[in-house]
């Protein structure tokens, strides 16, 4: 797939975040040179360094005066006002632009794309040269539900999610350090960045409240499930920080028009791209998310019927959500935009 990448100049945006420092990675995994690719941050990491795979170094050039129009694609994570500023503003330069943040993905005429679920979507690129990245819980929700839907129609999925703490950035990573260490030294904690203490502790609660009492992050969970794989299909979601650093888990209840049973559903699921199933519980062959941290695929345990309902099944899901979550998904966009709409 590297050969996809290396004829293309590409621009990180939010280069000196968490996911920006990923994408950065990952696109030099993946066969981008060095020469191809812009580090980009706010002014104030202006001229700061950023490493490039194994021994690259990138200068962080500023946001405000970079000219889009020397690269085809921007790869943008710099949080959504950010975005919704200079994404249209890069894309009106001819620079197609792939954003992380929320801002674009309930636009209809943006694409928001899975690429093992909905790749076709990117024809619509050229509407608004922008192309949304989902939500990290509901990349990997969908990853499993698809060859699932396409085998038995969903009808309706109860969703409870245990999100890492990464997802919130680096500023979530650290207030967890922090009150760990505090906790242990008998010192008090001060919440910053979460409403409650996340150390030992867990949230129900990950962006702003609604007015029907849900969750902006549940809220993305049903609105996307239904623009990404099906709008038929009812969502329930609720979403629940915990203290893990990398590494976002998902339980859910899925329930079918027709049979399917934990037989069908494993071997669908081990066919999958992108996908890997453990699933032997009575030898504890399960998943967890310090044992998917950088790793590529989504897992799924815990494969079983929920017998109360007709036709249900109960999937355990987990996966890296700065990699297949955000990082890893930005750039497979992009290797699907090269392949199929901009050439080789």
């Known amino acids: 797939m590297g050969s996809l990448l290396a004829k293309h100049k590409f621009a990180v945006v939010g280069a000196t975040g968490n996911v920006g420092r990923c994408l950065l990675s990952i696109l030099a995994e993946r066969g981008a040179p060095i020469e191809n690719v812009v580090a980009i941050a706010s002014d104030r990491s202006a001229g700061r360094q950023v490493s490039y795979g194994e021994k690259g170094v990138l200068n962080v050039q500023p946001l405000s005066s970079f000219d889009f129009s020397k690269v085809q694609i921007a790869l943008f994570s710099p949080g959504g006002t950010v975005s919704a500023e200079y994404a249209p503003k890069a894309a009106s330069l ?115 409240f609604m007015d029907d009492g849900a969750t902006k992050e549940e809220w993305k969970m049903t609105v996307e499930t239904k623009k990404i794989l099906d709008p038929t299909i009812e969502v329930v979601a609720t979403c629940v920080r915990v203290p893990v650093f990398i590494g976002h888990a998902v339980a859910a209840h899925i329930e079918f028009e027709s049979s399917i049973s934990n037989v069908e559903a494993t071997k669908l699921l081990r066919n999958a791209p992108g996908m890997r199933v453990i699933d032997d519980p009575e030898n504890y062959g399960f998943i967890t998310p310090i044992e998917v941290a950088g790793d590529d695929s989504v897992y799924v345990s815990r494969i079983r019927q929920d017998k109360t309902v007709a036709h249900g099944l109960s999937l355990w899901i987990a996966a890296d959500n700065v990699r297949k979550g955000a990082a890893l998904n930005a750039v497979q966009i992009a290797e699907q935009l090269i392949k199929n709409h901009l050439g080789k």
């Open 94 to 208: 001819g620079c197609i632009v792939i954003d992380n943040t929320s801002h674009f993905r309930m636009d209809a005429q943006i694409p928001l794309v899975i690429p093992e679920i909905n790749g076709d979507a990117l024809v619509d690129y050229k509407n608004k040269n922008i192309i949304a990245n989902p939500n990290c819980s509901t990349i990997q929700l969908l990853m499993a539900l698809k060859p699932l839907h396409d085998k038995s129609k969903i009808k309706r999925v109860v969703v409870c999610t245990y999100q890492s703490v990464s997802g919130a950035g680096k500023e979530g990573m650290d207030e967890l350090m922090g009150q760990t260490k505090a906790i242990l030294m008998n010192m008090p904690t001060n919440p910053q960045k979460f409403s409650k203490p996340i150390a030992f502790n867990v949230i129900p609660q990950i962006d702003v």
